[in-house]
């Protein structure tokens, strides 16, 4: 698809390169395709929660196997990184997720009409690939279209559209389990992924040249300036527990909290659910413009993380303590609180320039899928395990998730401690190597 000249304009940025941004009804175009395939992300990872209880009963699964079968989206979404990370540097985002969003249209059709344990988990797997460049992709978009004032806002505002999805396969998907059961909802994902990449390749412009003047391997090398940088490193241990330990939590493990721990219905459970999502993406939304404000009169934004995320962490150690009397108002804030998470993207592409965006982006989300993995995994061992002590299901589960707790909150401390703010700035070989 081609594109009015004045859509695209060209400027001198800070850096003194010239650079192509995206304006008027282009730029909301651009946002609303990336969005909505990130919808089909969101809902992917969230589903589990939903149709939890109906997979045990007709499979007959253990809690450990039920965390391991919702995790392989984790698993291979998070081997997926590295290479998705070249693949957007390289050929750009459009390309990318547009054909890669097939595999999660195969593997929702595998899962659809799977007649064993290895299938299901097969077909779970094969969507981790196909939504792996979903948010990266938009991400990457993001970071050579559009001004920099915007980054932090486009990210939160992505995050608005995946809270969409799991917002869909809460009461939605509930009430439509009866007509089309978990399989029939699985077929009509499968379509609606198709659809998606279909908006990608057709319905955007080729703006992005594929950048063939280093070799794949050579750009595999920058994950080695990327993986070296002491800020990296101050991010990544609070983006893959305690990011990380929020999707596993609110992807699965959220639905048997309400279920088991509370003791309400399915039904009741996924109305919950949907008042999570909800209001995890009004938290995303006022996060967007909050950012965007602070950053243009020329505050840190990177404090709004820091504060939100520790004041999440209380409102999580409160939920644990009281168990069967914890509320739905406390899951509530904890969601507001703990969607400043999705800053730790924007905070961790700081130290390096735009050619980097793409493989520094994708360096963390790893991580941060590993851990949405183990612990999602992690869990359900912990849960059959502490009940295999003795101790009854609805204190298996508050003891795993006091560990996770106090994981969380070492990540925190260690983000917060002081020094923070001057790890902002770049290794001069660093900047020399990937600038020059």
Known sequence: MQYKPEN????????????????????????????????????????????????????????????????????SFAIMQLPVGVMLDRYGPRRVEAVLIGFAALGALLFAVADSYLVLWLGRALIGVGVS???????????????????????????????????????????????LG????????????????????????????????????????GYRAIYAHPHFWRVAPLAMITQGGFMAFHGLWVGPWFTNVIGVSNA???????????????????????????????????????????????VFAVQIVQGEQSSLWGWLIHAFLISSGIMTYATCNKPFPKKL????????????????????????????????????????MRLSLAILWVLQLFSWIWYARPGRKTSHLIPFGVEQQHRG
Not at 150 to 171: D, E, H, K, P, Y
Request: with cysteine.
């Open 8 to 75: 695209v304009s060209r400027e001198i940025g800070p850096d003194g390169v010239e650079h192509m941004y995206v304006n008027g009804s282009l730029a909301m175009r651009m946002f609303i395709i990336f969005a909505a395939a990130y919808v089909m992300s969101y809902a992917f990872r969230a589903i589990n929660a939903v149709i939890a209880q109906p997979l045990v009963q007709e499979l007959g699964l253990t809690a450990g196997q039920l965390g391991f079968l919702a995790s392989a989206y984790f698993l």
């Open 133 to 179: 460049a979903c948010l990266m992709a938009a991400v990457k978009a993001y970071s050579l279209y559009f001004r920099p004032h915007m980054q932090a806002s486009l990210s939160s505002w992505m995050l608005v559209a995946g809270s969409l999805g799991a917002l869909t396969v809460t009461t939605p998907v509930e009430a439509a389990l009866p007509a």
């Open 182 to 221: 978990w399989r029939g909802v699985f077929g009509v994902a499968a379509v609606l992924c198709v659809l998606a990449g279909l908006a990608l390749w057709f319905a955007l412009p080729a703006l992005f040249k594929p950048q063939k003047t280093q070799s794949v391997a050579d750009m595999a090398q």
């Open 268 to 314: 009741q459970a996924a109305q919950n659910m949907f008042w999570i999502s909800a209001v995890l993406m009004l938290g995303y939304l006022a996060l967007g413009f909050l950012t965007k404000r602070v950053s243009k009169a020329g505050g840190d934004e990177d404090q709004i993380m820091l504060i939100g995320m520790g004041l999440s962490l209380l």
């Open 357 to 396: 965006t793409g493989r520094s982006s994708t360096a963390l989300n790893l991580l941060i899928f590993i851990g949405a993995f183990s612990i999602q995994w992690g869990i359900g061992i912990g849960i059959d395990t502490f009940v295999a002590l003795g101790l009854d299901s609805t204190d298996a």
